[in-house]
């Protein structure tokens, strides 16, 4: 692995640990703070070279997105949503598609977003009731997407949509006629994440902005963006974890109560000795599932579901350890322990939850018992992603 790309994150992240606590309290990443992002070519790490990114290892990719995870989740978030995005084209658009979409990703000349969920398709993206009706040269999109990373500020949006009741995947660029915007503020974690729900009524785009025949928008657009975001979630987690963890250990070391510092009691060490075997088991888990994408192994979909479990727990664990830790200075309002508390639930939710990875891994064991479950969500799509 190059040293560069990862060394470049963590000089960027290194003063943004301490800003990213004003622009979680403001609920806004500043525009400056995403170019600065962009200039850096980290939203194009493992983007090829030949579409403008820097053509990195996945490994690369994770240890980039820990960085950032580390410092700021919101971030991270753009990173996430932009790689997502990049990587469903890649894999599935035409190449006229991605010639045209990816170098701008790569680049970060234009931002983009990821429209899945809808209030009746959250775990079950079977059910989304988002259509997109051909007319003539244009497709129409109408639906009501929720929750939408980035989706305040993002150009384009990769809408997953039915066509003739059957799943599609297509581009809306933000400035079509149709699309509005609806801010979500105050919310859990990622505060900083521009987060909206978005309108789209009856919005015309070119028929060249569908991405894959129908039938494949679930199952393999939106499949391998969701993989690719669970991969840079998995590794955002662990950087939060260690980022936790360092501030536990160093306040454990500094603060003194009753004429003894807090590291001198048994309870305290225990806390962090638990994190600490927690967020390495996580880590070798993250760079499990990065040798196999980088191998291009059928089981890199699987590892990388468990990675991501692992890395989640391992965040919400380090997160209330070190508020309890810290006491007080946890619930400061600048205290990036405090925030990655609330960030790491989250975590457990978005890119697959907590519970149905837990189903996806006791599935794929008890296949090996002669036991074909059916209902778990997304199986089919992990199949397919393959
Ligand atoms: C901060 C944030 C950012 C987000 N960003 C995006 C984004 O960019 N794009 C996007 O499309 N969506 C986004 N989402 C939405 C997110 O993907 C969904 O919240 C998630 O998929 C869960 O869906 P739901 O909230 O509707 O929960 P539900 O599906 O209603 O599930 C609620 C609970 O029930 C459990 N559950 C549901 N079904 C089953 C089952 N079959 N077996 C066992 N347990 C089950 C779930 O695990 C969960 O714990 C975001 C959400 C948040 C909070």
Redesign the pocket.
Known sequence: MTATAVETAASLTRTMRDRAADWDARGSLPSGVRAELAATGLLGVDIPASHGGLGGTPEELGEVAARIGGACSALRGLLT?QGMVAAALLRWGTRPQRDRWVPPLASGERFA?????EEEA???LGRVRTTVDEDGDDVVVTGHKR???FGQTADDVLVLGTARGRPTAVLVEGHRPGLTREPVTG?L??RA?H?AHLRLDGVRVPRDNVVARPGLGLSHVAATALDHGRFTVAWGCVGMAETCLETAAAHAVARRQGGVRLAEHELIRAQLGRCAVEIEAARQLCLRAARLRAERSPEAVAATIVAKYAAARAAGSAGQGAVSTLGSAGCAPDSIAGRFFRDAK?ME??EG?A??AE?HIADRLLRRYGFRPGST?GTQEEENTR
């Not at 977003?113 to 969920?117: D, I, Q, R, V």
């Open positions: 949503v977003a990821f429209a899945a969920t959250g775990t079950e929750w939408v990373t919310q974690g990622m994440a987060i989250v939710i978005i939850s519970n149905v189903l969500p």
